[in-house]
C-alpha cells in the first residue's frame, strides 16, 4: 500500500508543470523588466520634436 502512494507521487508531473510555467513567466517578467525601459526611451525620443513644437509660444 505505502509503495503504491510513492509510486503515484514519483510519476505525477503536476508539479514539474507548474514549476516550468513559473520559470517561463519569470524569464518573460525579466525581458519585459529589461526591455521596457529602452523602448519608453525610444518613444521620448520620437515625440520630443512635437513636444518642443507645442512647447513654443507664438506670437501674432
Not at 517578467?29 to 523602448?39: F, S
Not at 526611451?41 to 512635437?50: A, K, N, Q, W
Request: charged share 10%; net charge negative; hydrophobic share 55%.
Amino acid at each position: 500500500m505505502k509503495w503504491n502512494v510513492v509510486q503515484r507521487v514519483a510519476s505525477s508531473e503536476d508539479g514539474a508543470t507548474a514549476i516550468e510555467y513559473g520559470l517561463m513567466a519569470a524569464i518573460i517578467g525579466v525581458a519585459l523588466a529589461l526591455l521596457l525601459p529602452a523602448l519608453f526611451g525610444g518613444v521620448d525620443g520620437l515625440y520630443s520634436p512635437v513636444i518642443t513644437f507645442f512647447s513654443q509660444t507664438f506670437t501674432i
